[in-house]
C-alpha cells in the first residue's frame, strides 16, 4: 500500500480516480476471466453446461462462447466509456501516437482473428474443458510467435484504442488488462495442457491394449 500511494499520486491530472466508470470498467476486466475460469473449470469436473443442454457438449461450448463474447462486447463497451471520461494528454494526442494507435489495433485483430481462425469456435472458447479436444497442436500462425495470440492481441487492442482517444487512463486499464491475462495464462495453460496430457495417456493405454488384444489372435 505504501508503495502504491506515491504511483497514483504521480498520476494526478492523468488520471481522473473519481469517475465511476473508471472503476467499473477496471472491474469488468478483471471479472471476464475470472468467470470463464469459474464456468468452465466447473464444467469440467460436473459436466453441468453439457447437461443443461440436455448431453450435448457443443451446444454447450457454443452457448458458453456467445456469453463470453457478450462479456467481452460489454467490457469493450465499458472501457471506451470510461476513456471518454478521462482527460486526454497533449502527448498522445499526435499523429504518431494515433498512427501508433491504429497499427496496434491492426495488428491485435490480426492475432485475435487468425487465432480464432486456426482453433474455431470451441478450440476459442474452452472446449477442452468439455472434452471437445483439437486433434493436434496448432503450431502455424500466430501460434509460432506467440503462446497466447488471443490475450496479447487484446492487449495490443486496448493500449491502441488508449493512443487513439489520447487518455492516459488507458495505458493504466491497459496494464491491467495484461496482468490479468499474465495471471490466467499462468492459470489456464497447465491446466489445458493436463487435459492433453490425460488423453495422450489413454491413447497409449488404448494401443497397448490394442497390441496385446492383436498378440491375442495369433
Ligand atoms: C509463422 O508462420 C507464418 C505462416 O506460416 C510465416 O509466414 C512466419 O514466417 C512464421 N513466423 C515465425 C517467427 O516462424
Aim: glycine share 10%.
Amino acid at each position: 500500500m505504501e508503495n502504491i500511494m506515491p504511483f497514483v499520486k504521480s498520476l494526478d491530472g492523468l488520471v481522473d480516480f473519481s469517475q465511476k466508470s473508471l472503476l467499473i470498467s477496471a472491474c469488468a476486466i478483471a471479472f471476464n476471466p475470472l468467470f470463464w475460469n469459474i464456468v468452465a473449470r466447473r464444467e469440467y469436473r460436473t459436466k453441468f453446461l453439457t447437461r443443461l443442454f440436455g448431453g450435448h457438449a457443443q451446444a454447450a461450448c457454443y452457448a458458453l462462447a456467445f456469453t463470453i463474447f457478450s462479456l467481452g462486447l460489454l467490457r469493450d463497451f465499458l472501457y471506451e466509456r470510461a476513456l471518454r471520461h478521462q482527460p486526454s494528454h497533449p502527448l498522445l494526442e499526435g499523429d504518431l501516437a494515433t498512427m501508433a494507435g491504429y497499427a496496434l489495433l491492426a495488428c491485435g485483430n490480426i492475432l485475435v482473428i487468425s487465432s480464432t481462425w486456426q482453433l474455431g469456435i470451441t478450440g476459442t472458447f474452452l472446449g477442452d474443458y468439455f472434452g471437445i479436444l483439437m486433434d493436434s497442436m496448432v503450431t502455424g500462425f500466430p501460434f509460432n510467435i506467440t503462446n497466447a495470440p488471443m490475450y496479447y492481441g487484446s492487449t495490443m487492442s486496448f493500449l491502441g484504442t488508449a493512443l487513439l482517444y489520447g487518455k492516459p487512463a488507458g495505458i493504466l486499464v491497459t496494464a491491467e488488462v495484461l496482468v490479468v491475462y499474465l495471471i490466467a495464462i499462468q492459470f489456464e495453460n497447465p491446466f489445458t495442457a493436463g487435459i492433453y496430457a490425460k488423453r495422450e495417456r489413454e491413447r497409449a493405454a488404448a494401443g497397448g491394449k490394442k497390441k496385446v488384444e492383436g498378440k491375442k489372435e495369433l
